[in-house]
């Protein structure tokens, strides 16, 4: 996945190569003249007229990004020999937009544009005229919208190159979107296996992200007709809510640094509180989407600062994430804000590529946690299945505890006629222990619990299973054929004690076998009373041959 990952964004980050190869206009065009229409207004219907015309209306320094109706007037002449040509008013959406080309050769040129008119070149307002070389014309333009999303700009060029353009541009566009959509549905998928939030959050804020840009690229307009003005900024408004919902799981921020998620709490609610100055503000609302989204930005590089110092490894790709955003925000912002002039052609577009850099980098950042969390994950179930057998084995002897023994005394459930291959239970007490540890020490008594277990794993039997149920009780399960094996070892176990130097230490055994009951308690009834018959044997020979002595 982190290869699929690594290839997308080597393509969107190459994409701005691919589209910003712009043809050089053919048309050079001053700075226009800047004005407010009127209701009243009558254009010009003659070249010679339009300067009388532009004196009865005061120039204005530039357009406000409230929106309105203005005029854009400036004269040009192409200096190439073709007649084919394209008018476009770009860099900001623009509702209506009226050209009017007046030539001196008597030529007048009317067509309409904008946000509701049909398309004649992809997810752009251009328009062809027809232009001849060596005339001079003046390019009137009636602009209306209720707000601009940064100052507009005309550009007149040969219909081939407008053409390649606008298609390389829509083409790059697409590639953007179509990443994000399965970037968004990538998390969201991960998200339904894992239930882990800051996959959900963030396949959300990659939705949001990639609406936003939709519409601001009229992508519905054009392919589906569907207009709405009033909701391209609920969209973007919509961001840093997401975001901070993703970030404060991803980062882990209340925990890392309480102070930074209680700013982000803030600005979330900022965010929520402005929602409805999507349609309510609609001439602001850029404006505000841009100061909350340049707020939202700076905050998240911060917080993701802070938890990398902190130490939380997988905060690097968010911060490389948003750094990809923060570059072509710094481009973008100002101009959407009215502060700046776009310092780039087609800033708009710089700003989808970064976001989706942004996007593929924070998904690599989700991928490195989910790698992290599931490394933890297995060390922490190693950790446990560790703990879980050292809890089993009795730390003396290292063979199982009791808490083993009933375990494995609760999977034995075949008993009676039913067993074909009888298994023995042998129960056992080391006599004299007592005596050895008040006498020589309970280092001594330990020694002697861990020669017993020696002698019975020498015995080298098949599947023995060796049980330490109490402090000087063993248990063990064998093949009822290797019975006597054990009994013999057992019956002479206090020669052996007395060679490793313990004296008058012992043991005592009972057993029983599985198709001799019917329940394992009955087992284990069963060779105890078989113990404690051979214990009270043992007591009456002691007895007998303490009289005869």
């Not at 802070?306 to 997988?314: D, E, T």
């Not at 494995?408 to 007490?429: E, M």
């Not at 008058?504 to 329940?519: M, N, P």
């Amino acid at each position: 996945m982190a290869r699929i990952l690594a290839a997308i964004l080597g393509i969107t980050l190459f994409l701005p190569l691919f589209w910003s190869v712009k043809a050089n206009a053919a048309v050079a065009l001053d700075a226009p003249y800047q004005f407010v229409a009127a209701d009243d207004d009558v254009l010009p219907t003659a070249f010679e007229a339009v300067p009388d015309w532009l004196d009865k209306h005061k120039d204005i320094k530039r357009l406000p990004l409230s929106g309105g109706q203005f005029y854009l007037a400036v004269p040009f002449m192409v200096n190439e020999n073709r007649s084919d040509w394209v008018v476009n008013l770009h860099n900001s959406i623009a509702e209506k937009v009226d050209y009017l080309v007046l030539g001196r050769d008597g030529s007048r040129q009317l067509s309409s544009s904008g946000y509701y008119a049909p398309y004649q070149y992809l997810f752009d307002y251009g328009r062809n005229v027809t232009l001849r070389y060596g005339v001079e014309y003046w390019l009137l333009v009636r602009v209306e919208s209720r707000y601009f999303s940064s100052f507009p700009k005309l550009e007149i060029n040969p219909v081939p190159e407008h053409r390649q353009l606008t298609d390389r541009l829509a083409v790059a566009v697409l590639l953007c979107l179509g990443g994000l959509l399965f970037i968004a549905f990538y998390n969201l998928l991960i998200y339904g296996s894992t239930r882990d939030k800051a996959f959900l959050y963030y396949g959300l804020y990659v939705i949001v992200y990639l609406l936003g840009w939709a519409f601001t690229f009229h992508v519905p307009a054009h392919l589906l007709s569907i207009h709405g003005i009033g909701v391209h900024h609920v969209f973007f408004i919509g961001l840093p809510i997401f975001n901070i919902l993703f970030y404060k799981h991803f980062l882990q921020l209340p925990s890392y640094s309480p102070r930074l998620w209680r700013l982000s709490q803030y600005l979330l609610w900022a965010c929520i509180l402005a929602l409805p100055t999507s349609w309510l503000l609609i001439s602001y609302t850029a404006i505000i989407a841009s100061v909350l989204i340049g707020a939202w930005i700076v905050l998240a590089i911060v917080a993701g600062n802070v938890c990398l110092m902190k130490g939380f490894s997988p905060a690097r790709y968010f911060i490389m994430a948003f750094s990809c955003l923060l570059l072509p925000a710094m481009l973008i912002l100002p101009g959407n804000m009215g502060l700046t002039s776009d310092i780039i052609e087609y800033a708009e577009f710089a700003t989808l590529a970064g976001g989706t850099a942004d996007a593929l980098l924070l998904s690599l950042a989700l991928a490195n946690k989910l790698k992290l969390l599931s490394e933890e994950r297995k060390a922490y179930i190693e950790e446990l299945s560790s703990a879980w057998e050292k809890a089993r084995v009795d730390s003396l002897t290292q063979i199982g505890n009791r808490y083993a023994f009933d375990e494995y005394l609760q999977t034995c459930n075949t008993f009676g006629v039913a067993v074909t291959k009888p298994t023995a239970l042998v129960l056992l007490d080391v006599d004299g222990i007592k005596k050895v540890n008040d006498t020589l020490g309970h280092q001594v008594g330990d020694e002697l619990l861990r020669v017993l277990v020696q002698e019975l794993k020498s015995l080298d039997i098949p599947k023995l299973k060796l049980f330490r149920v109490g402090g000087d009780e063993f248990a063990l399960f064998l093949d009822g054929a290797f019975l006597s094996l054990v009994t013999d070892k057992l019956e002479n176990i206090e020669t052996i004690f007395a060679r490793q130097g313990f004296t008058d230490a012992g043991v005592s055994f009972g057993y029983a076998l599985d198709s001799e009951v019917q329940k394992s308690h009955e087992w284990l009834r069963a060779a105890d009373t078989s113990m404690y018959t051979f214990k009270a044997e043992k007591r009456r020979e002691l007895a007998v041959d303490a009289m005869e002595a």
